[in-house]
């Protein structure tokens, strides 16, 4: 196996250009990575990540726990955290817990075990035991998307009670007033918030909530289309539905396009998310947008500050959410 230094001998650069080379610790020109590249590759030689960890403390890697790595929010997500990663020279271990809360236990030891130097968590529910695992080791650890409230932890959410609130304004201001709800899984914060923002909309505009207008999805699409069979066959229908994800949208999209309903002349619909298929779709959704590149550069930049300075004060991030305006919404005619 070749040495760290018979490759720098044979890109003509010290051995230290060779690791920052590898690790990505320093800038190194695209000419001078290429030379050592090409050593690298000749020589057949394949940096010792263990033994570089074993030294260094650091494996430069990072671990990100989702819930639901179909979902194109998550994936999406997942792109923005990993982008950000490897611009500051790590990689990324990503787990996917489908919501189990014991495949997010064992994922977490999993992390450990690998020796990730910080962590990236999208909690599957309200369970504590996976933080606490990490807490406990002391793992650096930021938590995003559903917020875990009373935790002193490093936090990265957004304003999910004023995307529900200007969704629901926007359907208000079409002059709709028999407004329905789809709402995601109602232990999960951002579900919670958007709902608690659908409810001040109308009650704002002296719209009476009526309960039975609200269904419970799980942020899947066949929960919007059977949400929005039920309640586009209701009488009187709705005008409109504000769906809790674009993926429910979606679903309902599909079940008044089978009921032979136009979108928005017959009833208008709003998601939450802003996915990049949202705009692809027929007709076009009209999204509350996530902020998913910000939300993913500042997790990795508290991240690695917290990795640099564990002693650091706890740090809560809001972000701001946009309606993203498109042809799914309209008067009703
Ligand atoms: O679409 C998946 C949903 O789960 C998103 O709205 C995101 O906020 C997460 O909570």
Same mark, same amino acid.
């Given at each position: 196996?070749?040495?760290?230094?018979?490759?720098?001998?044979?890109?003509?650069?010290?051995?230290?250009?060779?690791?920052?080379?590898?690790?990505?610790?320093?800038?190194?020109?695209?000419?001078?990575?290429?030379?050592?590249?090409?050593?690298?590759?000749?020589?057949?030689?394949?940096?010792?990540?263990?033994?570089?960890?074993?030294?260094?403390?650091?494996?430069?890697?990072?671990?990100?726990?989702?819930?639901?790595?179909?979902?194109?929010?998550?994936?999406?997500?997942?792109?923005?955290?990993?982008?950000?990663?490897?611009?500051?020279?790590?990689?990324?271990?990503?787990?996917?817990?489908?919501?189990?809360?014991?495949?997010?236990?064992?994922?977490?030891?999993?992390?450990?075990?690998?020796?990730?130097?910080?962590?990236?968590?999208?909690?599957?529910?309200?369970?504590?035991?996976?933080?606490?695992?990490?807490?406990?080791?002391?793992?650096?650890?930021?938590?995003?998307?559903?917020?875990?409230?009373?935790?002193?932890?490093?936090? *990265? +959410?957004?304003?999910?009670? !004023?995307? #529900?609130?200007?969704?629901? $304004?926007?359907?208000?201001?079409? %002059?709709?007033?028999? @407004?329905?709800?789809?709402?995601?899984?109602?232990?999960?914060?951002?579900?919670?918030?958007?709902?608690?923002?659908?409810?001040?909309?109308?009650?704002?505009?002296?719209?009476?909530?009526?309960?039975?207008?609200?269904?419970?999805?799980?942020?899947?699409?066949?929960?919007?289309?059977?949400?929005?069979?039920?309640?586009?066959?209701?009488?009187?229908?709705?005008?409109?539905?504000?769906?809790?994800?674009?993926?429910?949208?979606?679903? *309902? +999209?599909?079940?008044?396009? !089978?009921? #032979?309903?136009?979108?928005? $002349?017959?009833?208008?619909?709003? %998601?939450?998310?802003? @996915?990049?298929?949202?705009?692809?779709?027929?007709?076009?959704?009209?999204?509350?947008?996530?902020?998913?590149?910000?939300?993913?550069?500042?997790?990795?930049?508290?991240?690695?500050?917290?990795?640099?300075?564990?002693?650091?004060?706890?740090?809560?991030?809001?972000?701001?959410?946009?309606?993203?305006?498109?042809?799914?919404?309209?008067?009703?005619?």
């Amino acid at each position: 196996m070749a040495t760290i230094k018979e490759v720098a001998a044979r890109a003509d650069v010290s051995s230290a250009t060779v690791s920052h080379v590898i690790n990505h610790t320093r800038y190194v020109s695209e000419t001078v990575r290429e030379q050592v590249e090409r050593a690298m590759r000749d020589l057949g030689y394949r940096p010792n990540a263990l033994a570089r960890s074993l030294r260094s403390g650091e494996t430069h890697t990072l671990g990100l726990i989702l819930p639901d790595s179909a979902n194109p929010f998550f994936a999406e997500f997942g792109h923005a955290i990993e982008t950000a990663a490897f611009e500051r020279g790590y990689s990324i271990i990503l787990c996917n817990t489908e919501n189990d809360l014991e495949k997010e236990r064992v994922y977490t030891e999993v992390l450990e075990n690998k020796q990730v130097d910080g962590m990236v968590f999208v909690a599957s529910g309200e369970n504590r035991a996976a933080l606490s695992l990490i807490t406990q080791k002391g793992l650096p650890l930021v938590v995003v998307d559903r917020d875990m409230g009373n935790l002193e932890l490093d936090t *990265v +959410i957004t304003d999910n009670y !004023q995307g #529900g609130f200007v969704a629901t $304004q926007h359907l208000l201001s079409l %002059g709709h007033r028999l @407004i329905a709800c789809i709402t995601g899984p109602s232990h999960l914060t951002p579900s919670a918030e958007r709902v608690t923002g659908y409810r001040a909309a109308l009650l704002q505009a002296n719209i009476p909530v009526d309960e039975t207008l609200i269904l419970r999805g799980d942020f899947h699409a066949s929960s919007g289309y059977a949400n929005g069979l039920q309640l586009l066959q209701r009488l009187p229908r709705p005008q409109a539905i504000f769906a809790c994800n674009d993926m429910m949208a979606i679903g *309902v +999209i599909r079940a008044a396009s !089978q009921l #032979g309903l136009r979108i928005p $002349q017959d009833i208008s619909v709003v %998601g939450f998310d802003n @996915i990049e298929l949202g705009a692809y779709i027929t007709p076009p959704l009209t999204s509350v947008a996530q902020p998913k590149p910000a939300i993913g550069q500042l997790a990795i930049n508290l991240l690695l500050d917290r990795i640099q300075n564990p002693a650091l004060p706890r740090r809560r991030n809001v972000l701001p959410v946009q309606l993203v305006l498109r042809e799914s919404t309209g008067r009703s005619l």
